[in-house]
């Protein structure tokens, strides 16, 4: 096999250079070191003569160029070092000549000695730039010294034959990333790492120093990315994720998947990816066609164009969908995942429809009422018990940037991703010196402003002041769509989720005992944000205040935290039904005797002061239609509690009151009607346990609802 395959601006014809050219170089290099010329120039003589020509050993195999033979095991007296002796003159040949260098001829040796202060400046090295971006390094929070840096820089110079360290591209990185992985896949990696460790690691897998070897190559390549980027030479971020549309326009294009039918697909993922949907969204939408087009190319392959589609084939696979098990879990797919395969097919088909494209379905095949029903739940706040001991956790982390990551969880209610991606600009202070959090860009592509607990803020404070120290290069913001300086970054790269909140809750609710019976932690990052919700409507914040905190997008969202802690409800319900207060009317029989359905008792007591009537509540339930009639004094579903004492007492003056007013007027009638209303009100003190004595109160005189009216 060819070792110089993919080596980047290969030169026509490689040869020695003259003797005389090399000792020269070498004599002003090394001119007080009479031993050094000497043992230099022979190592030269006998490469050349080994090796006359020069092409000839680019073209051997790379075991044979590393001295390393396939038929003598290392130490065997067969390996004279003829290559490896010769490291300094190809070194000169590559950097001087420009001659490039294989990437595994580079990979497989040691070149600390290019940063010699006498013989890089000979080659064209800069150390000026090379200390330049030492101290850079270091002042992005990098401790491993120069290795990081002059690893990479030394085998890049040599593989590009190049000595020019500014030269070095994104693309000069991708290429040489990509040529360790190929030569690690070698079967010849395998033997230099076996021949190049640490004799107590001798007797380890090959092929497991060859991964740990990779993964080290790649890791120190990236940090050297990482450092031009925040130098200004590399303009491209290391960035780990979907960059282009490349990876699921192959994927639809398979060859169970004909061309009229996957083109009409891609020109609409295209489309989202470019003007509307983030890369991610478009992702989730590429795994639900891939899907469908695979059930397609399964059980209808006789389509050869998405135009031929019709409801009977949507209706199949909606029924595929409901019955499909997940062979991960052995489990139906919930109704969640199935709403995610099937709202992209939605919106593809109504929109191309109304596009008028030619090879869709004329008309939209799929409606709102197709998508699975998604229960509604509720939000899960953190107990108040179980708040406080992992709060005291957090307070003990060591790492800085997860305890106030989880800080900034407990006092904003802001989402993972919004924290994370925080500015260092973010944190300033109202008029009175209150601190004050701007939220960046996020799910609702709105910013906000919200105050931030003096915790919270103090933490913060303390890493912006950090990152300004690192100085980090601002990155482009997706969401933001500009350039951003984040405070969650360490050694110049963002702060992955993962570390800042899994793995910081991970050690808190284990210090806190808030574990599961299988040892995982029973707290996510997402209840802090219920819980600071459910406090804000305990504590009787509008839903205004609850939407502009919590960034809601809809009053529903942030209504839902009202519905499930509204004072009143809680009130009332401890007064009439957990207290078990004195009650009384026709409909206080059946709940003290619990006849009442249970569908209809949990509608009551999530709106229990939704039924309020001017002398107690009706029970009427929704599902029961709305009331008709207006003798609600005697209805089944009317309710009074002693709560209402004073204003039975108020009516019950007033009725006599308007009796009274009709015998002088001789109205007999209405006499009978105000004298039946008294008895009844009447008898509902009697039953409530209370006086029938006048009083007034300020609430007798205002106007109320009939029956059934405020339910």
Not at 66 to 74: E, K, N
Not at 222 to 239: D, W
Not at 678 to 697: C, F
Request: charged letters at 25%; hydrophobic letters at 35%.
């Amino acid at each position: 096999m060819n070792a110089l395959a993919a080596v980047p601006g290969l030169p026509d014809r490689r040869r020695h250079v003259p003797r005389e050219e090399y000792a020269a170089w070498v004599r002003a290099t090394f001119a007080d070191a009479r031993g050094t010329i000497s043992s230099r120039l022979f190592f030269y003589n006998r490469f050349v003569q080994h090796w006359p020509d020069l092409e000839d050993w680019f073209a051997a195999p790379l075991l044979d160029r590393l001295d390393l033979h396939a038929d003598a095991p290392p130490g065997s007296g067969k390996h004279m070092g003829i290559s490896h002796e010769a490291g300094s003159y190809l070194a000169y040949l590559s950097l001087v000549h420009r001659i490039p260098m294989d990437a595994g001829w580079v990979l497989a040796r040691n070149f600390d000695s290019l940063f010699n202060p006498r013989v890089a400046p000979t080659l064209g090295m800069d150390l000026d730039l090379v200390d330049a971006l030492d101290e850079r390094q270091r002042q992005l929070g990098y401790r491993s010294g120069r290795s990081l840096l002059t690893w990479g820089i030394a085998r890049l110079v040599l593989w590009r034959g190049d000595p020019d360290i500014t030269a070095i591209t994104y693309d000069d990185l991708g290429a040489f990333g990509e040529e360790i992985r190929r030569w690690c896949a070698m079967p010849e990696a395998q033997t230099v790492r076996a021949a190049h460790v640490h004799r107590n690691r001798r007797d380890s897998d090959p092929a497991t120093l060859t991964a740990e070897f990779e993964k080290a190559c790649l890791s120190r390549l990236h940090g050297l990315h990482v450092l031009l980027f925040n130098t200004g030479q590399v303009k491209e971020p290391p960035f780990h994720g979907l960059k282009t549309c490349e990876l699921w326009r192959q994927e639809l294009t398979s060859p169970e998947t004909p061309p009229a039918i996957a083109a009409p697909v891609n020109r609409w993922l295209s489309g989202r990816l470019q003007t509307t949907d983030r890369a991610e969204s478009v992702r989730n939408c590429r795994d639900a066609f891939r899907y469908f087009l695979r059930w397609l190319a399964q059980y209808a392959p006789q389509l050869t164009s998405l135009a031929e589609l019709t409801r009977t084939h949507i209706e199949g696979y909606l029924t595929h969908q409901h019955e499909r098990i997940n062979p991960r879990n052995g489990q139906p797919l919930s109704a969640r995942t199935r709403y995610t395969y099937i709202s992209p097919l939605l919106q593809f088909f109504r929109e191309t429809s109304q596009w008028g494209w030619t090879d869709v379905p004329a008309r939209p095949l799929l409606g709102r009422s197709d998508l699975p029903k998604l229960p509604s739940r509720l939000p899960r706040f953190i107990p108040r018990d179980e708040l406080d001991r992992l709060m005291q956790a957090i307070e003990d982390l060591e790492d800085p940037h997860q305890r106030t990551a989880l800080l900034l969880l407990r006092w904003s209610g802001a989402r993972r991703g919004e924290i994370a991606r925080l500015p260092v600009d973010c944190l300033d202070a109202y008029p009175d010196g209150y601190p004050r959090l701007r939220i960046p860009v996020g799910k609702t592509y709105t910013e906000r402003m919200i105050p931030l607990h003096p915790q919270g803020a103090d933490a913060l404070r303390s890493l912006i002041e950090t990152a300004k120290v690192g100085n980090a290069a601002a990155r482009h913001d997706p969401w933001a769509q500009r350039p951003v300086r984040y405070v969650f970054m360490r050694r110049g790269k963002p702060m992955g989720r993962q570390f800042l909140f899994d793995d910081a809750l991970e050690i808190a609710c284990r210090k806190a005992g808030l574990l599961d019976g299988d040892g995982n932690h029973t707290v996510t990052a997402h209840r802090f944000r219920h819980s600071v919700g459910t406090q804000l409507a305990e504590g009787g914040a509008q839903i205004q205040t609850i939407m502009a905190i919590l960034g809601h997008r809809s009053a529903q969202m942030s209504a839902t935290y009202s519905h499930i802690t509204d004072p009143v409800l809680k009130e009332q319900y401890e007064k009439v039904i957990a207290a078990g207060g004195r009650i009384a009317g026709p409909a206080a029989e059946e709940l003290l005797s619990s006849r009442i359905g249970e569908d209809t008792l949990n509608w009551l007591k999530t709106n229990f002061f939704k039924t309020e009537l001017e002398l107690g509540h009706c029970l009427r339930a929704p599902a029961e239609g709305p009331c008709e009639c207006d003798l609600y004094l005697r209805c089944s579903k009317f309710l009074t509690t002693s709560e209402y004492a004073p204003r039975l007492r108020s009516r019950l003056a007033r009725e006599q009151q308007l009796a009274q007013d009709a015998v002088e007027r001789g109205w007999p009638r209405e006499v009978e009607r105000h004298n039946a209303i008294a008895s009844r009100i009447g008898q509902l003190l009697t039953d409530l346990g209370e006086s029938q004595g006048t009083e007034t109160t300020p609430d007798s005189a205002a106007g109320h609802l009939p029956c059934g009216s405020g339910s």
